[in-house]
Nanobody, 119 residues
Framework: VQLQAFGGGLVQAGGSLRLSCAASGRIFMINTMGWYRQAPGKQRELVAIITRGGNTNYLESVKGRFTISRDDAKNTGYLQMNSLKPEDTAVYYC??????????????WGQGTLVTVSS
């Protein structure tokens, strides 16, 4: 099983970006999906998470600006980021808890994708 993250880039403050996280391999079921970020010199923090049932939770500072979603038919998760601020600049990582076809439940990480918000 692999996760690949896409969609980072450079954007001006107030702009938008959409990150995607595609899971591939011998997947039986994707449980929770989440996005984390790590800014230079800071610890990695949870930005948003979505359960299989669609329940979501967000970092307080992104509430109302970011929206996490998922398309289980495509084994893909998304993070829509609007009204971006310079303090959102970070490497964003997707994470998923996945049950594979052998019924093993594991935690997977995608490679980071850099989001840079200029002021």
């Amino acid at each position: 099983v692999q996760l690949q993250a896409f969609g980072g880039g450079l954007v001006q403050a107030g702009g938008s970006l959409r990150l995607s996280c595609a899971a591939s391999g011998r997947i039986f079921m994707i449980n929770t999906m989440g996005w984390y970020r790590q800014a230079p010199g800071k610890q990695r923090e949870l930005v948003a998470i979505i359960t299989r049932g669609g329940n979501t939770n967000y970092l307080e500072s992104v509430k109302g600006r970011f929206t996490i979603s998922r398309d289980d038919a495509k084994n893909t998760g998304y993070l829509q980021m609007n009204s971006l601020k310079p303090e959102d600049t970070a490497v964003y990582y997707c994470n998923a808890v996945i049950t594979d076809n052998d019924w093993r439940r594991s935690d997977y990480w995608g490679q980071g994708t850099l989001v840079t918000v200029s002021s």
